[in-house]
């Protein structure tokens, strides 16, 4: 994997670095994502029937057993080097991370997170008082049609998974953060946009945003993507290839 050097030397002349991460950052740790073609959810399961409000109202057991899954899921992989990668980069730079993804991995390899845009699978709250939930989870050994979620002790309610599901607004302050962080930034800093299809807004609006502010944008992902003609340089590789080699080369 070679990483175009005005990429290296962008970074090298950075002093705060913003990270967007999709679940492209977390494919190689086994997490699947969204869109990619053959191996995407959305192309094995109908996101209108397991990722709106509507959909866990009609048919909890339903909604929650494919939630519990990639819980049990997310808790069964490990961090992958590309964000074993980032957590080393903010030990040379200053780095804030801003990621779409709803799993802890980020944190698992001892990065801060700035903002989790669409929530957390493991933030359990009641669907009707909203108070959150930590009681007992029974998480499914394979996947499974349908587990009937969890109780609310206050209410009765169904518990639901903490993830921010098509139709519903972002959490104010993984939006404030993020928004905040892309203001900081001046000419000269670096923005990485890590493994996201750039196609949900807002998040897929602050590559954008950034440049704005005359940051450099630079595109991790193997692919072509809807923001790729806006950053400034892109790297066609993956996470876990791309990043240790350019956190490698800042040393
Ligand atoms: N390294 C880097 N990028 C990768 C890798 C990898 N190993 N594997 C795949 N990718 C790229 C794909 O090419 C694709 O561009 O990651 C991107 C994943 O895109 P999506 O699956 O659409 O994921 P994301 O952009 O994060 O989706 C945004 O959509 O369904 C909602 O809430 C969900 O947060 C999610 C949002
Ligand atoms: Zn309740």
Do not use: K
């Amino acid at each position: 994997m070679t990483i175009p050097d005005e990429v290296v030397d962008a970074v090298r002349g950075a002093r705060r670095v913003l990270v967007l991460s999709g679940a492209g950052m977390s494919a190689e740790s086994g997490v699947p994502t969204f869109r990619d073609a053959q191996t995407g959810l959305w192309e094995e399961f109908d996101p209108s029937q397991l990722a709106t409000a509507e959909a866990f109202r009609l048919d909890p057991p339903f909604v929650w057993a494919w939630y519990a899954w990639r819980m049990q899921l997310v808790r069964g992989v490990e961090p992958n080097d590309g964000h074993r990668a980032l957590a080393e980069l903010a030990g040379l730079r200053e780095v804030t991370i801003s990621t779409q993804n709803v799993d802890d991995l980020h944190e698992r390899a001892g990065s801060a997170v700035a903002a989790h845009l669409h929530g957390s699978i493991f933030a359990l709250r009641c669907s009707d008082c909203e108070t959150p939930y930590d009681g007992d989870v029974d998480l499914p050994a394979e996947p499974t049609e349908r587990i009937d979620p969890p109780t609310c002790p206050q209410c009765e309610g169904d518990v639901r998974p903490g993830v921010v599901w098509f139709g519903e607004v972002l959490p104010d302050d993984a939006v404030a953060a993020t928004e905040a962080a892309i203001e900081a930034l001046e000419p000269g800093d670096v923005v990485l946009v890590i493994g996201t299809s750039g196609i949900v807004y807002p998040a897929a609006g602050y590559p954008a945003m950034a440049r704005a502010e005359g940051a450099t944008v630079v595109e991790v992902n193997p692919v072509d993507t809807e923001i790729s003609d806006m950053c400034h340089h892109v790297v066609r590789g993956t996470a876990a290839q791309v990043l240790p080699e350019l956190v490698a080369a800042l040393q």
